[in-house]
């Protein structure tokens, strides 16, 4: 089956860059549909970025601060997060259709990995 595995998150102060790793294994990496979403406590889960054939979309709060790139070879997607502010604060989950799925629908989900701002 696979799994998505999520790794680089912890914390940081205002202003700083880390970058997310998201390495698929199985079936579930696609190479046209990856996504990275966050969620913060009390709050719902969104889309962070989303690759859709060729395309990156960003969220507003990010934009021009995140990028997201994949490596088809490794099956890894990653998240550049630079100019980090207390409200990114979350868990990032990357997720994906799968192989087989289509872009409108994550299968897959990854178990999450924390990103603590600090002002």
């Known amino acids: 089956q696979g799994q998505l595995v999520e790794s680089g998150g912890g914390s940081v102060q205002a202003g700083g860059s880390l970058t997310l790793s998201c390495a698929a294994s199985?079936?579930?990496?696609?190479?046209?549909?990856m996504a990275w979403f966050r969620q913060s406590p009390g709050e719902e889960r969104g889309a962070v970025a989303t690759?859709?054939?060729?395309?990156?979309y960003y969220a507003a709060s990010v934009q021009g601060r995140f990028t997201m790139s994949q490596d088809n070879a490794k099956n890894t997607i990653y998240l550049q997060m630079n100019n980090l502010k207390p409200d990114d604060t979350a868990m990032y989950y990357c997720a994906s259709p799968g192989q087989a799925g289509n872009c409108l629908e994550y299968n897959y989900w990854g178990q999450g990995t924390q990103v603590t701002v600090s002002s």
């Open positions: 690759m859709h054939n060729g395309a990156t």
């Open positions: 199985g079936n579930t990496y696609s190479v046209d549909c």
